[in-house]
C-alpha cells in the first residue's frame, strides 16, 4: 500500500475503498502532509487536468470530489495542533456562484485544528451573508473560498462591505484562481496558496498570546 494508491483511488472514484487505504496509510505512520499533498490534494489536481482536458466530465469530477472527501475525513482529527488554545471566530465560505468545498472544508479543519471557532456558511454564500455574520459574532476573520474565475468578484464585494461598515474584522481570500496579486488589487488582508498557509496567515493576522 502506499500514497500512490490513494491517489489511484480517487482517480478510478473508488469511494468504497478510500477509507480504508488513507486509515492503512495513517497506521503504517506516513506523513499527513505527504498523504494530503501527494495522495488526496495530488488526485484531485489530476481529475481538473483531465477535466480541463476533456478527458472526463462534470459526474466524474463529482465522483472523484466524494472520494476525496471520504479520505478526507479519515485525517480530519488528526489535523488538531497538540498545543491548541482559543484563539479568535472564522466565518468561512465559498463564494457566490460557487460550489467547490473541498479546499474550503480542509482549511476550516485546519483551521479548526489551531484553536479558531470556525462558523463554516458552506457554499454560494452572498457577500452581504459573509458580512451580516461577520457582524453577528463580532469575528477576527473572515476567509473566502473561490474556484472559479468567474466568482471571484464575489470576494470583492465582501471585502468592500466589510471595509466600508468599518468592522474591524479581516478578511483573506483562497482558491485555485485566486493570487497574492488579487488579494491586494480588492484590498483583502491576506492570501494563501494552501491550507496550512493558511493557518499561518490567520495566526498573523490574529496573535492569540
Ligand atoms: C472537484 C471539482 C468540481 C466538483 C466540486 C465538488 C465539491 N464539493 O467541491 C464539481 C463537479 C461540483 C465541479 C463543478 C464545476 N467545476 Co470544478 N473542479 C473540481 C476540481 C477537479 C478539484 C477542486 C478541488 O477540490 N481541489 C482540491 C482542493 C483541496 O484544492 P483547492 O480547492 O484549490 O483548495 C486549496 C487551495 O486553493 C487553498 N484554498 C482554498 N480555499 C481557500 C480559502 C482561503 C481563505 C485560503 C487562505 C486558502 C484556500 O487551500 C486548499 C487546500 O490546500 C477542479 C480542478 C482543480 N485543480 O482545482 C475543477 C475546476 C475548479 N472546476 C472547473 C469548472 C469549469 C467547473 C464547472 C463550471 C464545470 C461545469 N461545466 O459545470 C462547475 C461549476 C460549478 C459551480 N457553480 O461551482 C474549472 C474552473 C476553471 C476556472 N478557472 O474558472 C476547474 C479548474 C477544472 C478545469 N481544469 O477546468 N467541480
Do not use: C, W
Amino acid at each position: 500500500m502506499s500514497v500512490q494508491d490513494i491517489f489511484n483511488a480517487i482517480n478510478e472514484f473508488r469511494d468504497t475503498e478510500i477509507v480504508n487505504l488513507v486509515q492503512a496509510e495513517v497506521d503504517a505512520g506516513t506523513d499527513i502532509s505527504e498523504i494530503l499533498d501527494n495522495g488526496l490534494i495530488g488526485a484531485m489536481d489530476e481529475v481538473g487536468k483531465k477535466f480541463g482536458e476533456g478527458l472526463l466530465f462534470v459526474p466524474e469530477m463529482l465522483m472523484a470530489a466524494q472520494t476525496m472527501k471520504a479520505g478526507l475525513e479519515v485525517i480530519r482529527p488528526l489535523l488538531a495542533d497538540s498545543d491548541t488554545k482559543p484563539r479568535g471566530t472564522v466565518i468561512i465560505g465559498t463564494v457566490k456562484g460557487d460550489l467547490h468545498d473541498i479546499g474550503k472544508n480542509l482549511v476550516a479543519m485546519m483551521l479548526e485544528g489551531a484553536g479558531f471557532t470556525i462558523i463554516d456558511l458552506g457554499v454560494d454564500v452572498e457577500p452581504q451573508a459573509f458580512f451580516d455574520a461577520a457582524k453577528e459574532n463580532s469575528a477576527e476573520l473572515v476567509a473566502m473560498s473561490a474556484l472559479l474565475t468567474t466568482t471571484m468578484p464575489a470576494m470583492e464585494e465582501a471585502v468592500k462591505l466589510i471595509k466600508d461598515a468599518g468592522l474591524p474584522t479581516k478578511m483573506v481570500i483562497g482558491g485555485a484562481p485566486v493570487t497574492q496579486a488579487y488579494a491586494d488589487k480588492i484590498s483583502a488582508d491576506g492570501y494563501s496558496a494552501d491550507a496550512p498557509g493558511a493557518v499561518e496567515l490567520a495566526r498573523s493576522l490574529i496573535p492569540g498570546d
